[in-house]
């Protein structure tokens, strides 16, 4: 099996695809998210801010350590937060 970086839908990967695509679609994920980017701080500071925010929901949501905890768990911390706040803050 080959090891590559490769891009998705002009993201950075599909993990930050679709973490933009379900902040945008769901109405408490969107909130959250105009939230972090009306915060008065730089893009890594919103972007961090937003991080914890969905990173507390998902410890609360993923249980106890399992094959598909440390799956999702993996996938999370794939996510370009930057990316995604700089593509949502206007």
Same mark, same amino acid.
């Given at each position: 099996?080959?090891?590559t970086?490769? %891009?998705?839908?002009?993201?950075?990967? #599909?993990?930050t695809?679709? &973490?933009?695509?379900w902040?945008?679609?769901? *109405?408490? $994920? =969107?909130?959250?998210?105009?939230?972090?980017?009306? #915060?008065? %701080? %730089? /893009?890594?500071?919103? &972007? +961090?801010?937003? *991080?914890?925010q969905? #990173? +507390?929901?998902? /410890? @609360?949501?993923?249980g106890d &350590? $399992?094959?598909? $905890? @440390? !799956? !999702? $768990? %993996? &996938?999370? =911390?794939?996510?370009?937060?930057? *990316?995604?706040?700089?593509?949502?803050r @206007?």
């Open positions: 099996m080959q090891d970086i490769s %891009t998705y839908n002009g993201w950075s990967n #599909r993990e695809w679709l &973490a933009s695509l902040l945008n679609n769901d *109405e408490g $994920s =969107y909130e959250l998210l105009l939230k972090a980017c009306k #915060r008065r %701080t %730089t /893009d890594f500071e919103r &972007a +961090d801010w937003l *991080e914890k969905l #990173r +507390d929901q998902l /410890d @609360d949501e993923a &350590a $399992s094959m598909w $905890s @440390d !799956l !999702l $768990s %993996t &996938a999370f =911390y794939r996510i370009n937060w930057v *990316e995604v706040i700089e593509h949502n @206007d």
